[in-house]
């Protein structure tokens, strides 16, 4: 019992050389304390994750202060860091809005020595950050243009076909892998001219949405529908490349405002499996949706805190990828699957990530 006892103790000091002062008992206010800090609340996804984070955590047995930093707002987030650093939490999991936004706070995490992961977005130009979990964000790239590729049919069939492209935020450092895993695919096809933006709109700037915006997808698609004379009666749009969800709905408002039907929809692919877009998907409009399960992320960061509290290499399986500009990032990324209308039962409903109410 003794020996238990001080087997206890032993791994408590080990985590207080890492994190710091903690005590030995683990209730209540003695509990270690975890900042999650999210990007937002407007979007589906970002809310699953921290809910997912919360209850995981607080399951292991840590006190949780998880924040969202309203719609986007970077003042918030850096405002509700700073008061998780000086509210004492000994670890800190960040989805940051802006990934170099965050460079003066996490001075501070660091001086306080305090371990800072990466969740799904990487921060950038910091040295304070210690470890990154996503999932493959060059694979949810390669699998959206692989998707196009394979229904248009591309390496055999003779074309031209039209496609447009539309990314994420300039400033969160996904797009660079989405759009680039996407483009590794299709480029070649747009370059021997099989595949035609008939906008004059390819390169990762002009696809760009700020904030991953629904309405300004909606918006920058309106236009090009209205200057390339897309139409079901009018220039034939065989593809829309969409690196998300919230993109990807804006699209297909903007296809539906022009007439399209599920009958003659473009191939438009997406990512997240937001409910919206698994309507969609159910009613024939959005073809596709990369499946990133934010349950198996969480439990992969619960993973890693847990490491980092007992003093312990967190998991890792990528170590050459992600430079945040200071330095390699040592990752865990997850991997994501792709979602047709045929997959949702065994995908999304058998797995238990939506009862069936939530897609009807
Ligand atoms: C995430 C995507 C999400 C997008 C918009 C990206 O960083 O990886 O899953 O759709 O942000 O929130």
């Known amino acids: 019992m003794k020996g238990m006892k001080f087997l206890k103790c032993f791994g408590m000091a080990l985590l207080v050389a890492a994190l710091g002062t903690v005590s030995c008992a683990k209730k209540g206010d003695d509990k270690i304390k975890i900042g999650v800090s999210m990007p937002t609340q407007s979007l589906q996804?970002?809310?699953?994750?921290?809910?997912?984070?919360?209850?995981?955590?607080?399951?292991?047995?840590?006190?949780?202060?998880?924040?969202?930093?309203?719609?986007?707002?970077?003042?918030?987030?850096?405002?509700?860091?700073?008061?998780?650093?000086?509210?004492?939490?000994?670890?800190?999991?960040?989805?940051?809005?802006?990934?170099?936004?965050?460079?003066?706070?996490?001075?501070?995490?660091k001086e306080k020595s305090?371990?800072?992961?990466?969740?799904?977005?990487?921060?950038?130009?910091?040295?304070?950050?210690?470890?990154?979990?996503?999932?493959?964000?060059?694979k949810v790239g390669v699998l959206q243009g692989s998707y196009i590729e394979s229904k248009l049919n591309l390496k055999?069939?003779?074309?031209?076909?039209?496609?447009?492209?539309?990314?994420?935020?300039?400033?969160?450092?996904?797009?660079?892998?989405?759009?680039?895993?996407?483009?590794?695919?299709?480029k070649p096809y747009i370059d021997s001219g099989k595949l035609?933006?008939?906008?004059?709109?390819?390169?990762?700037?002009?696809?760009?949405?700020?904030?991953?915006?629904?309405?300004?997808?909606?918006?920058?698609?309106?236009?090009?529908?209205?200057?390339v004379k897309y139409g079901p009666n009018g220039v034939k749009l065989d593809a829309v490349l969409c690196s998300n969800d919230s993109t990807a709905n804006g699209v297909t408002n903007a296809l539906v405002n022009a007439g399209y039907t599920k009958d003659n929809f473009p191939i438009l692919t997406g990512q997240d499996c937001d409910r919206p877009s698994v309507k969609n998907m159910n009613a024939g409009t959005q073809a596709m949706s990369v499946f990133k399960d934010t349950?198996?992320?969480?439990?992969?960061?619960?993973?890693?805190?847990?490491?980092?509290?007992?003093?312990?290499?967190?998991?890792?399986?990528?170590?050459?990828?992600?430079?945040?500009?200071?330095?390699?990032?040592?990752?865990?990324?997850?991997?994501?699957?792709?979602?047709?209308?045929?997959d949702i039962q065994a995908a999304l409903i058998d797995s238990g990530y939506y009862k069936l109410a939530d897609i009807q």
């Open 45 to 109: 996804r970002w809310n699953q994750d921290g809910s997912n984070m919360k209850a995981q955590l607080e399951t292991a047995g840590y006190q949780v202060n998880l924040q969202f930093a309203g719609d986007n707002d970077i003042p918030t987030q850096v405002n509700q860091i700073e008061n998780m650093i000086t509210g004492g939490v000994k670890i800190l999991v960040i989805a940051a809005i802006d990934g170099s936004a965050l460079t003066e706070v996490l001075k501070q995490a």
């Open 295 to 342: 349950r198996t992320l969480a439990s992969k960061v619960v993973e890693m805190v847990n490491a980092l509290a007992k003093g312990e290499e967190p998991p890792v399986n990528d170590t050459s990828t992600y430079n945040n500009g200071a330095g390699v990032i040592p990752s865990f990324l997850c991997d994501p699957i792709v979602v047709e209308p045929k």
């Open 114 to 138: 305090i371990p800072v992961i990466a969740y799904d977005r990487l921060l950038m130009n910091s040295d304070a950050v210690s470890y990154y979990a996503s999932f493959d964000n060059f």
């Open 196 to 227: 035609k933006a008939l906008s004059g709109q390819t390169s990762q700037a002009q696809a760009a949405t700020p904030n991953w915006s629904t309405e300004e997808a909606q918006k920058r698609f309106e236009n090009i529908i209205t200057s």
């Open 156 to 186: 055999t069939a003779e074309g031209p076909f039209n496609i447009e492209l539309v990314t994420g935020a300039p400033d969160d450092n996904n797009v660079n892998f989405f759009f680039g895993g996407a483009m590794s695919v299709l």
